[in-house]
């Protein structure tokens, strides 16, 4: 990020929020603030600035205030990002669809497996959010999917290029501000950790067809495949990961995004030296992921939810667990905002 686009975001971004009621819907009592968010475009040597309307909702703003005095309090060099990346980073909704998740938009070359596939989801996915399950039971059948689905991967014979060609073919798309979030943690050396329960080679094929570059400071702790010489794969690295247990436990499973990518000038920091970052910013659109930081023994923690959907039903929870709420697909652009405050010295 240039320092020109980078001060564009600062300075141009409103520094105080001013609460209205968007919709007619009779939610709990819970602060509602709306903030004007601006993506900035540059075209040669001129800034052209849009606006774009999101809803923000702030559960307690006197605490998320004292968290952010924290962080900036112990500089920039103590905090790390830590997010979830279906539909935290990706878009939840493109063109009036479901935007793909990375697991879901994998496709094979036999079709016969792709179907198998999608009957252990039809079987599993209801047992993943069922109430009733112990987390015990709900554990050794989340290991069971992800086993099963990892063994039908290996059989139906998946190659590198039917990732490529899935990642180009799949309907998903980085929410609007993303690029520049990266860009702007990359020029401080702040580590991106991405959690996800998919698979890390789509990820990083996502990332490299949608954004066109890697990040130096960006790892994702995922599932990791292993090809052979002619693209195909044989199996997988390390402990599965699945969606009870991507947390910072997992942290071993962490690779740097330009291992496959490339761009390997300059350093990263190493598991240790991350967890020795005990300021954490926390991404997720799900009250689970709030689970991703339970590894660390973090000092100050802000977490950002995307509620993305089920609104009026899920308002309240939400913002009860998550510092700062984002609704309707909202763009990354305020968090963008919150990052340049936790970054910036003095007193607003």
Not at 10 to 30: D, G, Y
Not at 62 to 78: F, M, N
Not at 274 to 302: E, F
Request: charge should be negative.
């Amino acid at each position: 990020m240039s320092n020109r686009l980078q001060s564009s975001i600062i300075i141009n971004i409103p520094r105080t929020f001013t609460t209205v009621r968007k919709h007619k819907h009779s939610f709990a009592p819970t602060p509602r603030v709306w903030f004007n968010s601006l993506p900035i475009g540059m075209e040669g040597n001129d800034i052209s600035i849009s606006m774009v309307a999101s809803e923000m909702v702030v559960g307690d703003r006197e605490l998320l205030d004292k968290k952010i005095a924290a962080i900036r309090s112990t500089g920039h060099q103590k905090l790390q990002v830590i997010a979830d990346f279906d539909r935290t980073l990706t878009r939840y909704s493109i063109n009036g669809q479901h935007g793909s998740s990375s697991h879901g938009l994998l496709r094979q070359e036999n079709p016969e497996f792709d179907a198998k596939r999608q009957q252990l989801y039809e079987y599993y996915h209801p047992l993943e959010f069922s109430p009733t399950i112990p987390i015990e039971e709900k554990t050794r059948l989340m290991e069971e999917w992800w086993g099963k689905t990892h063994a039908l991967l290996i059989e139906g014979g998946l190659t590198y290029d039917a990732i490529k060609q899935s990642v180009a073919n799949a309907s998903i798309a980085f929410r609007e501000g993303v690029a520049e979030l990266f860009e702007f943690l990359e020029e401080r050396d702040i580590p991106v950790l991405i959690f996800s329960a998919g698979l890390a080679d789509i990820i990083e094929e996502v990332l490299r067809q949608k954004l066109h570059r890697s990040f130096k400071n960006v790892k994702i702790v995922s599932n990791r495949m292993v090809f052979d010489n002619d693209g195909r794969l044989v199996s997988f690295k390390g402990k599965t990961i699945h969606s009870l247990n991507k947390n910072e436990h997992a942290l071993d499973m962490a690779a740097p995004l330009h291992d496959r990518l490339g761009d390997i000038d300059g350093s990263t920091d190493d598991n240790a030296s991350v967890k020795r970052r005990t300021n954490v910013l926390l991404l997720g659109d799900h009250i689970g992921d709030l689970g991703m930081s339970d590894g660390l023994n973090y000092d100050t923690r802000i977490s950002v939810g995307f509620l993305n959907d089920h609104i009026e039903k899920s308002l309240s929870s939400y913002s009860k667990a998550f510092d700062v709420v984002y609704l309707n697909d909202a763009p990354m652009w305020g968090v963008v905002k919150l990052v340049s405050q936790l970054c910036s010295a003095g007193v607003d």
